[in-house]
């Protein structure tokens, strides 16, 4: 995420208006009023996210849950907040019926970066525990096989895995071999 494109504080609903369907193909994340851009993805960044989507989207084809890439945004509101991310990947299995963003995510993946990093750790991690369906959201590395996963059922600990370790997404009952959804790095 980058810096605030505006100083003047807009609504969720502007936002909204301004965001979907943009014909100029530039995204903007929404916190509590203030817009930002987004930056552009690194090829392993791509590549990551790539082999993670094909994953679930081959192991959730014959169930009620869709796998989502960055075009989907995830709403977020409480009484004292308001959120609009692009996730990196996402998937829900509620019947959500936005056509521009999801509510109900039970797994949200974020793919990190320098400029990323942070702020997924911090700020979205915040925002995420706030979707009362959200049960994983995972954290991985573009470049080195290392990935962190925060779950509700943990209280949103962090565990990590890397190298030969298997993970298990316990919120879309599927085991990921770490080595495996790394293997462009060797």
């Known amino acids: 995420m980058s810096t605030a494109t505006q100083s003047d504080h807009i609504t969720a609903?502007?936002?909204?208006?301004?965001e979907n369907d943009r014909p100029d193909g530039v995204r903007y994340e929404y916190v509590n009023g203030k817009v930002y851009a987004m930056a552009g993805a690194s090829r392993n960044h791509n590549r990551l996210c790539g082999k993670l989507f094909n994953k679930l989207f081959n192991h959730l084809?014959?169930?009620?849950?869709e796998v989502f890439q960055s075009d989907m945004k995830v709403g977020i509101s409480?009484?004292?907040e308001s959120y609009f991310y692009y996730p990196d990947i996402q998937v829900s299995c509620e019947n959500e019926d936005d056509q521009?963003?999801?509510?109900?995510?039970?797994?949200?993946?974020?793919?990190l970066s320098n400029s990323t990093a942070r702020t997924d750790r911090?700020?979205?991690l915040h925002a995420y525990q706030q979707i009362p369906g959200l049960q994983e959201y995972l954290l991985c590395s573009q470049d080195s096989p290392s990935v962190e996963?925060?779950?509700?059922?943990n209280s949103w600990s962090a565990e990590y895995f890397s190298g030969g370790d298997i993970i298990t997404l316990n919120s879309v009952g599927i085991e990921l071999q770490i080595s495996e959804i790394y293997d462009f790095l060797t």
């Open 13 to 18: 609903s502007e936002y909204l208006l301004s």
């Open 149 to 153: 996963l925060h779950r509700r059922d």
């Open 122 to 124: 911090t700020e979205k």
């Open 100 to 111: 521009y963003y999801n509510q109900s995510p039970c797994l949200i993946i974020e793919v």
């Open 61 to 65: 084809e014959d169930s009620p849950c």
């Open 78 to 80: 409480t009484q004292s």
